[in-house]
């Protein structure tokens, strides 16, 4: 069947299919044609073996995306249902409650998938948002969609930990940043889903009625989280048909089965050398793994980076845009059915513009991009800011929220997973990832419950304005401290960062 497909690619590319000619070229396979037949396909078959596996983990991110986003549309019709939409302490609440779960899981991750491997937290994960969706939507008291909430966190919260990182693990490091971006590909098509299933499940709403009786109010709600019960058992199912993470594996010393997933990635003198850098950090790390190692040597500075950065993705302020859509563009004078599709056409920006991020994050490098991310978003804040203060309403808040959301998926949506899944030593990769992960999850909780509180006291200007201050703060510490690592190898990173 392998050489069935790599013939049929070949044959396909020798007719220069422009698709497919694109495709191979942006995720870097090469079939030139001064090479034997034999390594022409050898060469597809390790990148689009390398593809699939990353296309499974990154499935995580999907669902992460999907989970996330789906309860922004189902917002106007269960705050009615569980009559807390004069209550902005409690849909503070309802909306942040699944990032207590996100902090459960990012913890069961970090030390678990040390111990265990990356695959068995991913299967875990993966049953975890099968339940949470069937969960969520089948309540009738606020305080089980509450805990179903929390418990789909938990979920998000292993995938948001592992799938970055174990795409980072297989990947070479050549196109290790355009594959890690995979997850976030992932992800924001999740939240597009999620947007534009909301948008069809919504029946049009007809200006004073009653939505408590519609269908919207009683049954419209409940199928946008039930639909992603079909993506959450195919990421079950398909995450048994990859491999564990070859480096996983080396940190346990099962070096031959390490070395046989990295020969099936990038052949077999790639494995070899890969094997050799593995096996040179670990024996220079003797100590038995333990959480005393975060807090040794420049380890604690490492650290540091990632809890800022990750802290920053979230306060830089556009998660709100995709959990309070509703009040971002009723606040611009749009109505509930015109805010669906206003949400439908942000979602599609964050998909093409996470494209744009892909594609420069290996040319540009990752410090770049995440310097434009925050000085653009600052400059965005404060012009919507202005059109809040002197009431501009309409096209001219949706063109800049798109502006917006533009900007954040080319840089610090992607790159900062990036960065996190890069910066950390092999052997505590899974705790020091859990651990930023865990500063970016309190920080997207601070910010969701807090966004209505500011919304309300300080006004869509002045909230906007004070996001702006804190994209300026986070361009000085990422000018200060992050160093760029487009290019390298993990084994180099890790000795660069720590000697």
Request: glycine share 10%.
């Amino acid at each position: 069947s392998t050489l069935l497909a790599s013939s049929a690619a070949s044959d396909v590319y020798k007719r220069q299919d422009n698709n497919l000619h694109f495709f191979i070229k942006f995720y870097g396979i090469h079939l030139p044609y001064n090479k034997s037949y034999i390594m022409k396909t050898k060469s597809f078959s390790n990148n689009f073996y390398l593809l699939l596996i990353s296309l499974v983990s990154a499935m995580g991110g999907l669902l992460f995306g999907y989970d996330w986003v789906v309860i922004g549309g189902a917002k106007p019709f269960y705050e009615i249902f569980f009559a807390i939409e004069n209550s902005p302490g409690m849909q503070g609440w309802v909306m942040g409650s699944a990032i207590l779960g996100c902090l459960i899981g990012v913890t069961i991750a970090g030390s678990l998938s040390d111990k265990y491997g990356r695959k068995p937290l991913m299967i875990i994960a993966a049953i975890t948002f099968t339940v949470s969706a069937i969960g969520t939507g089948a309540v009738n008291d606020l305080n089980w969609f509450i805990f179903y909430r929390i418990f789909g966190g938990i979920g998000i919260g292993i995938a948001s930990n592992l799938s970055p990182m174990y795409i980072a693990e297989v990947s070479p490091s050549h196109v290790r940043g355009k594959f890690v971006s995979i997850n976030q590909l992932t992800l924001v098509l999740g939240i597009l889903a999620a947007q534009f299933v909301n948008w069809l499940i919504a029946e049009p709403v007809v200006p004073g009625e009653n939505i408590l009786e519609t269908w919207n109010g009683q049954m419209g709600w409940r199928w946008m989280f039930w639909a992603e019960v079909v993506p959450s058992a195919l990421f079950f199912i398909l995450i048994f048909f990859i491999p564990e993470s070859p480096r996983w594996l080396a940190t346990k010393l099962q070096y031959g089965k390490a070395e046989n997933i990295l020969s099936h990635i990038g052949g077999k003198e790639y494995a070899k050398k890969e094997i050799e850098s593995i096996k040179t950090v670990i024996s220079a790390t003797k100590e038995k793994l333990n959480i005393r190692m975060l807090f040794q040597g420049k380890i604690p500075g490492i650290l540091l980076i990632g809890i800022v950065i990750a802290a920053f993705q979230q306060w830089c302020g556009l998660n709100v845009v995709f959990n309070y859509a509703q009040e971002i563009f009723a606040a611009a004078g749009y109505g509930v059915s015109d805010i669906l599709f206003n949400i439908v056409v942000t979602g599609v920006t964050n998909v093409i513009f996470t494209f744009v991020g892909m594609y420069t994050v290996d040319k540009l490098g990752r410090r770049s991009l995440m310097l434009f991310g925050a000085s653009g978003l600052a400059i965005i804040y404060i012009i919507m800011g202005i059109c809040y203060y002197l009431n501009i309403t309409g096209m001219a808040v949706l063109i800049m929220v798109v502006l917006a959301i533009a900007c954040y998926a080319m840089t610090l949506a992607p790159v900062t997973w990036v960065v996190l899944s890069e910066i950390f030593p092999n052997r505590i990769r899974g705790m020091a990832m859990a651990v930023s992960t865990f500063s970016l999850w309190v920080a997207c909780f601070v910010l969701t419950y807090t966004f209505p509180l500011l919304n309300s006291g300080l006004g869509a200007y002045g909230t906007f304005w004070l996001y702006g201050i804190i994209c300026i703060l986070g361009f000085v510490f990422i000018k200060i401290k992050l160093p760029e690592t487009k290019g390298k190898s993990l084994e180099s990173i890790e000795k660069e960062l720590t000697s």
